[in-house]
């Protein structure tokens, strides 16, 4: 199972993950709160995918146990990359569906940040949605989690490295 990303993939995705870091705050200051959420969205996944390729072996045992038959990890999204992040223990997870009913930041990014990145869809917004919008508010809420979930993982890349 090949799980990790070529030298010059890893690179770029570390550039995509500091542009959208950057892009997702000019939308917000813009007051373009959609777009926040999504380019926050993006940043999320590419963190994902950073430390799904960092922690190999992590990331294989989480796909095994997820039964996941997809095995190169570029070709997952948000929502799988979350569900490994789970299973390897990265990011705290009940599994609530309702997050306000939680205080785990999984289920804010299963339930919230993901939701929200999905209001890009316009089906999904009229059947789901109708009436809702996205306010500065929730934005916020958005850069807030993803801030909170950059913090973890780099906790835990940080203890890595001092563990070798």
């Given amino acids: 199972m090949k799980v990790t990303l070529e030298e010059t993939q890893f690179k770029d995705l570390i550039r995509l993950f500091n542009k959208f870091h950057k892009e997702a705050e ?5 007051k373009a709160y959609l777009a926040t959420c999504v380019i926050a969205a993006a940043e999320l996944e590419a963190m994902l995918l ?3 390729d960092l922690f190999e ?4 045992e989480a796909i095994k146990k997820l039964k996941l ?10 929502y799988n ?3 490994i992040a789970f299973k ?3 990011i705290p997870f009940s599994g609530v569906e309702k997050p306000s009913k939680s205080v785990l930041l999984g289920d804010w990014l299963l339930n919230y940040v993901k939701e929200l990145r999905n209001w890009i869809h316009p089906g999904k917004k009229i059947r789901e949605y109708t009436g809702m919008r996205i306010t500065k508010k ?3 809420v958005v850069l807030k989690l993803v801030e909170e979930t950059r913090e ?5 890349i940080t203890r890595s490295i001092m563990e070798e």
């Fill in 138 to 140: 929730r934005a916020e």
């Fill in 50 to 52: 950073v430390v799904a």
């Fill in 26 to 30: 000019k939308c917000f200051e813009c």
């Fill in 57 to 60: 072996s992590e990331t294989k």
């Fill in 152 to 156: 973890i993982l780099l906790q835990k």
């Fill in 88 to 90: 390897a223990g990265w």
């Fill in 69 to 78: 038959k997809q095995k190169d990890i570029t070709k997952f999204g948000l």
């Fill in 81 to 83: 990359l979350l569900q």
